[in-house]
């Protein structure tokens, strides 16, 4: 493998067409390791011209790889799947010291990256049209899929591995070629990915990686004449100037963006099992996901006791080593999202929110943080925080419920705990989101569900069965018999 993780200062280059390339600027970038800003590795910072490099390359190999038949791109992603599992302790060591993840959670992105890889070659062999009946006699009519070419994959830091792997595998099932940009943030493990995809036997330029500065070098890939589709996962902001730049030059585009998911607890829930899923979705990863239950609405009758045991699960949530099984919370990205976590927590406090717990920083960690009392005139009411901070509400009926959670410009998850199965399918039904779980926190994936949400949370649904829709374009073809 070309990405080591020995105790030094690794430096990585491109990888275009199947090698190592250095970028045409000669310049690298830090990457650093969140827990202390220590310089983790020297990066490629790559620019518009090394962007087309990797997109021609990605194109010149479609004109082959389009080719290959369903089960040789099978064997591809299964062995890929095995080599994830393989260099598994490569994997985790990069997700603990590139994004700070408790190795929980780092095991958890490698399995779930192996088990996409093995969902998506499952894929290959199920790319089918249909017979149709024809209006016309003797006519025979038939559809069949082909894939479209070049897709550009730019993926976030909070899940790097889960990512990169599902927004690059679909496209290789379906026979398309990758470019992968990844967060400035997370480089490496895409680069691993990479390497693997190469030992695994893909042909070369099948898989690129170009890392840089995705506000410099983001436009250049996305609106690239020989891209034709574009799968993103990041900030509701970027995903719609992504999805701006595409709409304008009838590009297809998977958005998969931001959330402020409600968790909705009834006063006939099991509160304990509540009190887990909530501190599992909002904490999870120092809150640094999508999916965290951000917003919490718990019936006026379980209330108190709901928050003193909320808050005595979060008090009790590990922040030590994270190699340490024990541990929950790491630390904050960077520098930028530190201040932004910062800002929500003092904002509100100022205006008048209550502190019930955390606020509070060790290093670059911020405590597990529960606000009450929380409003419309402030920052943490409306926008997502990305960080270990909730807000805790209280409500007296469903209706009330279901108003507070639909009450967002957000839609990605949701979830109700309760024993009523009428009412658990009432909210099912009515609340505004992508997403929806009965007893169970917000955040859950599987590869090949149709994960997405609605308004500001995104277009478009991704998953290794429905990516089939996306990446595939649709033939009709007649045959005169006569």
């Not at 095991?107 to 062999?125: I, S």
């Not at 967060?183 to 030992?199: G, K």
Request: hydrophobic fraction near 40%.
């Amino acid at each position: 493998m070309s990405v080591t993780t020995e105790n030094q200062v690794k430096k990585i280059d491109l990888w275009i067409n199947g090698e190592r390339v250095a970028p045409a600027s000669q310049q690298y970038f830090i990457d650093h390791n969140p827990e202390d800003d220590s310089v983790f590795a020297e990066v490629a910072d790559g620019d518009e011209s090394d962007v087309d490099r990797a997109v021609q390359s990605a194109h010149l190999a479609f004109q082959s790889y389009r080719k290959t038949l369903a089960k040789e791109r099978e064997v591809y992603l299964i062995k890929a799947a095995s080599l994830v599992e393989k260099y598994e302790d490569k994997f985790i060591e990069l997700l603990v010291k590139e994004v700070g993840s408790p190795i929980g959670k780092a095991r958890y992105e490698v399995a779930y990256a192996a088990n996409c890889l093995r969902a998506a070659a499952g894929v290959a062999r199920r790319i089918s049209g249909q017979t149709l009946p024809s209006d016309s006699l003797g006519r025979f009519a038939m559809t069949t899929r082909q894939p479209i070419g070049v897709v550009a994959a730019i993926t976030p830091f909070n899940v790097p591995l889960l990512k990169s792997a599902k927004l690059s595998s679909s496209p290789l099932a379906t026979g398309n070629t990758v470019v992968l940009l990844p967060s400035e943030q997370a480089p490496m493990i895409s680069n691993l990915l990479a390497d693997i995809y190469h030992e695994a036997g893909f042909p070369p330029g099948t898989v690129n990686v170009v890392t840089g500065n995705g506000a410099v070098i983001g436009d250049a890939l996305t609106t690239h004449d020989l891209v034709k589709a574009v799968m993103f996962t990041g900030s509701s902001r970027v995903g719609k100037h992504i999805g701006g730049l595409c709409g304008s030059r009838m590009k297809r585009a998977l958005l998969e963006l931001g959330g402020k998911s409600p968790l909705v607890i009834l006063d006939d829930a099991d509160l304990d099992a509540a009190v887990e899923a909530a501190a599992m979705s909002q904490f999870f990863f120092q809150g640094q996901a999508c999916m965290a239950s951000s917003r919490i609405y718990v019936d006026k009758k379980v209330e108190q006791e709901f928050l003193r045991r909320f808050v005595k699960k979060a008090e009790s949530l590990g922040l030590g080593d994270l190699y340490d099984e024990s541990t929950s919370v790491g630390p904050i990205i960077s520098a930028r999202q530190r201040e932004r976590v910062r800002h929500h927590i003092e904002d509100a406090r100022a205006k008048g929110a209550k502190v019930l717990t955390g606020g509070e920083w060790i290093g670059h960690r911020c405590k597990p943080t529960i606000l009450s009392g929380v409003n419309e005139s402030m920052v943490v009411y409306h926008e997502e925080t990305f960080g270990p901070v909730t807000s805790v509400y209280s409500f007296t009926n469903l209706d009330e419920a279901i108003a507070q959670a639909n009450d967002s410009n957000y839609g990605l998850s949701s979830a109700i705990f309760t024993q009523d199965i009428n009412k658990a399918f009432r909210f099912v039904q009515e609340v505004e989101s992508g997403m929806v779980h009965v007893n169970a926190p917000t955040i859950l994936d599987e590869p090949h569900v149709p994960f997405g949400g609605v308004k500001d949370s995104g277009f478009g649904r991704e998953g290794t069965d429905i990516d089939v829709e996306t990446l595939t374009e649709w033939k009709w073809v007649t045959i005169n018999l006569n």
